[in-house]
C-alpha cells in the first residue's frame, strides 16, 4: 500500500510539470499508430464477415463456413491475453514508447501477408491454418496495442483532463472502422462479386504497407511517459509486473473486462455479426451494410470526443453507467430497425446502437488506466482489455448460432445486447472504489 500511495504521489508530481499541448500532441500521436492498428484487425473483421468463409472454409452450408469464418476471428481475441502479459509486461519495464512501435510493426506485416495468402482452392489445408497463424500474430500484438497507447496517452496528460485526452486514442477505432470498411465498400461497389472474391478483397490488406510506414514515423516521435521515467529513475519499477497484477489487482483486472465489454463485444455485435446476418438472413447487399457501418463510425468519432468532456465534467464512471443504460434501452428498438432490412432503417439501427455504446467505450480507457498504479499499469490495463476482447471474439459465432436456432430471428441478437450492457453498466459502477487516488482526478 506504501508503494503504491509513493507511485500515486510520483503521478500527482509529474502531471503537474505537463502543459496542455504537449498532453495533445502525445495523444494525437496515439491516436494515429491506434487507428493504424485497429485498421488492420477490422480488415480481418470484414473479411471475416464477406469472403473468409467462400475463400478459406471448403463447405457447401453458408451457416457453417460462416461460424468456422467467426472461429477464426475469434482465435485472435483468444490469443490478445497472451500479448498483453507479454508486452504489458516489458511497457512496465523497459519503457511504453519502445514496445508501440513493436506492436505496429508486427501487426502491419501479419496484415499485409494476408494480403498475399492462396486460398483453399490453390494449397487446400493449408490456407487456413495459416490464416489462422497470421491472425494469431495479429492477436498477440494488438495484444499490446491499445493499452500501451492509452497508457502513454493518459501518462502524459494534466490529471483533471485526462478522460478529454484518454478519449482520443479511441477515435483510432472508428477511424479503422471507416478506412477498411470503406475500403471494402468501394471495392464492392467497383468491381464485381467474382472480382472481388478473387482479388479485390486483397488491396486493402497491402495498403496496410504504406500506412505502416506512416505510422512508424509519427509514434517515433512520441515522447516517452514522465511516470515511467520518475518511477525508472526511483529505482520503483515492478521486477514482475504480471505476478503483481495477479496477486493484488485481480479484482482490477475484472472490473477492468467488463467495463470495456460493451465497447467491444457490443460494437463487434452490432456491426461484424450484423453484417453477416444481413447479407445471410435479410439478403442485404454487403455495400449497403458496409456503407451503414461507416456512417455509424462517422457519428461515432463526435460521439467518443463528447464522451470524454463528459467523462472529464462528471466523471468516466457515470458517463460508462448512463452508457450501459441508454445501450440496454434502445437494444431492441435498434435491432427492430435492423430486423426490418429496409437499407434506410437499418441503417439508422445499426448507428443508433453504435453512439450509444461508444459513450462506455469513450470513457472505458480512463477508468481501465485508474484502476492500475503505474508500475503496473500497462500489464494491468492490457490484461482487462484483452480479457475484454476474449468474450466479445465469440460474441458473432454466439450471435450467429443463436439467431440460426430461432429461425434467423433477430431477437436472441438484442437479447445479448441488452446482457453485454447491463455487465458493463454494473462494473463501471464497481470500478470507482478500486481506483488510485489522484488528487485533481474525477472518478
Excluded at 495498403?207 to 521515467?229: C, D, G, N
Excluded at 448512463?322 to 431492441?332: D, K, L, N, S
Excluded at 429461425?407 to 453498466?425: E, H, K, N, S, Y
Excluded at 481506483?435 to 474525477?442: W, Y
Aim: proline share 4%.
Amino acid at each position: 500500500m506504501a508503494e503504491r500511495t509513493a507511485q500515486s504521489t510520483i503521478e500527482s508530481d509529474t502531471a503537474g510539470t505537463i502543459t496542455v499541448p504537449e498532453a495533445r500532441r502525445v495523444a494525437i500521436g496515439a491516436l494515429v499508430g491506434t487507428a493504424m492498428e485497429w485498421y488492420d484487425f477490422f480488415l480481418f473483421n470484414t473479411a471475416a464477415a464477406l469472403v473468409f468463409n467462400v475463400q478459406y472454409f471448403a463447405t457447401d452450408n453458408v451457416a457453417i463456413a460462416t461460424m468456422a469464418s467467426f472461429a477464426t476471428l475469434a482465435i485472435g481475441f483468444v490469443v490478445r491475453p497472451l500479448g498483453g502479459i507479454l508486452f504489458g509486461s516489458l511497457g512496465d519495464k523497459i519503457g511504453r514508447r519502445a514496445v508501440l512501435l513493436t506492436t505496429i510493426v508486427g501487426i502491419g506485416i501479419a496484415t499485409a501477408l494476408i494480403g498475399v495468402l492462396p486460398n483453399y482452392a490453390s494449397i487446400g489445408v493449408w490456407a487456413p491454418i495459416v490464416l489462422i497463424l497470421l491472425r494469431v500474430l495479429q492477436g498477440l500484438f494488438v495484444g499490446g496495442e491499445w493499452s500501451g497507447a492509452m497508457t502513454i496517452a493518459v501518462e502524459n496528460a494534466p490529471l483533471s483532463m485526462r478522460a478529454r485526452f484518454a478519449a482520443l486514442p479511441q477515435v483510432g477505432s472508428p477511424i479503422g472502422t471507416v478506412l477498411s470498411s470503406g475500403a471494402f465498400f468501394f471495392l464492392t461497389l467497383w468491381l464485381s462479386q467474382d472480382d472481388f472474391d478473387a482479388w479485390g478483397w486483397r488491396i486493402p490488406f497491402l495498403v496496410a504497407i504504406p500506412l505502416l510506414l506512416i505510422a512508424v514515423w509519427i509514434r517515433a516521435r512520441l515522447e516517452e511517459s514522465p511516470v515511467f521515467k520518475a518511477i525508472q529513475a526511483r529505482g520503483e519499477s515492478e521486477r514482475s509486473p504480471v505476478k503483481a497484477v495477479f496477486v493484488q489487482s485481480w479484482r482490477q483486472v475484472l472490473v477492468g473486462v467488463g467495463v470495456a465489454f460493451l465497447g467491444v463485444g457490443g460494437f463487434y455485435l452490432v456491426t461484424t455479426f450484423v453484417v453477416s446476418y444481413g447479407v445471410r438472413a435479410l439478403g442485404l447487399e454487403p455495400n449497403m451494410l458496409l456503407l451503414a457501418t461507416v456512417i455509424a463510425a462517422l457519428f461515432e468519432i463526435a460521439v467518443i470526443l463528447h464522451g470524454g468532456r463528459l467523462g472529464e465534467k462528471h466523471g468516466a464512471s457515470r458517463v460508462v453507467i448512463w452508457g450501459g443504460i441508454v445501450t440496454a434501452v434502445i437494444a431492441f428498438p435498434a435491432f427492430v430497425l435492423i430486423g426490418t432490412g429496409l437499407p434506410l432503417l437499418v441503417i439508422v439501427g445499426i448507428t443508433v446502437a453504435v453512439c450509444s455504446l461508444s459513450y462506455c467505450y469513450a470513457a472505458s480507457g480512463t477508468i481501465l488506466t485508474g484502476l492500475f498504479p503505474p508500475a503496473t499499469r500497462y500489464t494491468g490495463v492490457a490484461l482487462a482489455q484483452n480479457g475484454a476482447g476474449v468474450v466479445s471474439g465469440i460474441v458473432p459465432l454466439l450471435a450467429t448460432a443463436f439467431v440460426a436456432s430461432a429461425g434467423d430471428a433477430w431477437w436472441p441478437a438484442a437479447v445479448m445486447l441488452v446482457v453485454i450492457a447491463v455487465v458493463t453498466a454494473v462494473c463501471g459502477r464497481l470500478a470507482p472504489s478500486l481506483s488510485q487516488r489522484l488528487e485533481g482526478f474525477t472518478h
